[in-house]
């Protein structure tokens, strides 16, 4: 998820005014002995709008939070969307014609494909593709899988460039019924 240099900007002036206020509160003081009074009255004065200004901050940190959460679901739903209000009628479907052909359902899937590309991640493996096991971009089904021994990608997993998002399931042999 990138960043909000908005949120960031803020969150370092939030931690800059709240840094002054404890030196200015809690550091060293070196004040004249005959000003000692009017200084003392400035300094709880700017005390107490450092206080309101750290407050408001932290209520607009809060809700540029919320707003940015709000607008990530906002806009993973309406990717969603076709695949959400479809869903509940796909399933009406398999339970009224269980011999519906599934290659008919298989077009429901396109916009999470959309959203995958949207989000710029790719797919380890193919399902059922034959390759080399690598510990960094599979999760074997069994322990004693050693790198570079042939497995087959049973479940697709997910990357963003280099980070992984999520290793593919692999195993030495394909489901039952299937070949390859």
């Known amino acids: 998820m990138a960043h ?3 949120l960031l900007g803020l969150g370092l002036l939030l931690w800059f005014i709240f840094t002054t206020f404890l030196i ?15 200084v003392s009255v400035a300094d709880s004065t700017q005390i ?3 206080e309101a ?3 408001r ?6 809700a540029r939070s919320q707003q940015l959460s709000t607008d990530i679901q906002d806009t993973t739903f309406e990717q969603l969307r076709p695949l959400l209000t479809n869903y509940p009628t796909a ?3 398999i339970e009224e014609r269980p011999d519906l052909p599934a290659k008919n359902l298989v077009a429901l899937f396109t916009p999470l494909e959309n959203l995958i590309q949207n ?4 797919p380890i493996g193919q399902p059922w593709e034959q390759v080399p096991y690598n510990s960094q971009l599979h999760q074997p089904d069994v ?12 479940f697709v997993g997910y990357r963003d460039h280099d980070r992984i998002l999520c290793p593919a399931k692999v195993s030495r042999n394909l489901p039952r019924g299937v070949s390859h």
């Not at 200015?24 to 009017?38: L, M, Q, T, V």
């Not at 989000?119 to 790719?122: A, D, H, K, L, M």
């Not at 322990?143 to 990608?153: A, K, N, P, R, S």
């Open 24 to 38: 200015s509160r809690f550091g060293p003081k070196k004040r004249p002995e005959n000003h000692s009074a009017s």
């Open 57 to 62: 901050l932290r209520y607009e940190l809060e």
């Open 91 to 93: 399933c009406r479907m």
């Open 143 to 154: 322990d004693d899988i050693t790198e570079g021994e042939l497995v087959y990608i049973r």
């Open 48 to 50: 107490e709008e450092l």
């Open 119 to 122: 989000w710029g991640y790719e």
């Open 4 to 6: 909000d240099p908005n």
């Open 53 to 55: 200004q750290c407050q």
